[in-house]
């Protein structure tokens, strides 16, 4: 029985491969028993309803979309890690575009995510997990493995 999410068919009946399924299947790209809303929490069942709802026709829209967010300032080098890379990983792994422009002399920064919708929506995720690890101070900590589109282990850097 082939699984349906976002638009995206799984012919092996397993979790789809696109960014925002493999987050919401354990956080780390792994397959869990169950991906029922009531199994993986009360905020990521939501996120999970909203994408089983979501029709196939808005998922796969070209016309892209544009998020914005308000970080600190203070945090926005770690949030972009060693050299950008950590921002490029997300970006690549997503296929997003990743902006936080400004100087570092500011206290708030905006992030700005434009893509299709569910890959907005993956990044989104994936940089506030960077953001609340480079937070809390556990940047340094190895990252979860994620695995990438291609299936190659994807790894996010806290830089």
């Known amino acids: 029985m082939a699984?349906?999410?976002?638009?995206?068919?799984?012919p092996m009946g397993g979790m789809p491969s696109d960014p925002l399924?493999?987050?919401?299947?354990?956080g780390s790209g792994a397959v869990v028993d169950?991906?029922?809303?009531?199994?993986?929490?009360?905020?990521?069942?939501?996120?999970?309803?909203?994408?089983?709802?979501?029709?196939?026709?808005?998922?796969?829209?070209?016309?892209?979309?544009l998020l914005r967010c308000a970080v600190p300032g203070k945090l926005v080098s770690a949030l972009l890690g060693h050299g950008?890379?950590?921002?490029?990983?997300?970006?690549?792994?997503?296929?997003?575009?990743i902006e936080i422009p400004g100087t570092s002399h500011e206290p708030?920064?905006?992030?700005?995510?434009e893509g299709q919708l569910l890959n907005v929506c993956a990044a989104y995720m994936l940089m506030m997990v960077?953001?609340?690890?480079?937070?809390e101070g556990t940047q340094g900590l190895p990252p979860p493995?994620?695995?990438?589109p291609s299936g190659t282990p994807l790894q996010?850097?806290?830089g």
């Open 3 to 10: 699984m349906m999410m976002g638009g995206m068919m799984n």
């Open 21 to 26: 399924s493999a987050m919401l299947a354990g």
């Open 34 to 65: 169950d991906p029922s809303p009531d199994s993986l929490g009360h905020g990521a069942g939501l996120v999970m309803q909203a994408v089983q709802e979501l029709p196939p026709d808005i998922a796969a829209d070209p016309r892209g979309f």
């Open 84 to 97: 950008g890379e950590g921002i490029k990983e997300v970006q690549e792994f997503t296929d997003t575009r």
């Open 108 to 113: 708030t920064r905006i992030m700005h995510i």
């Open 130 to 135: 960077r953001y609340i690890n480079v937070e």
């Open 145 to 148: 493995a994620l695995e990438g």
């Open 156 to 158: 996010m850097g806290f």
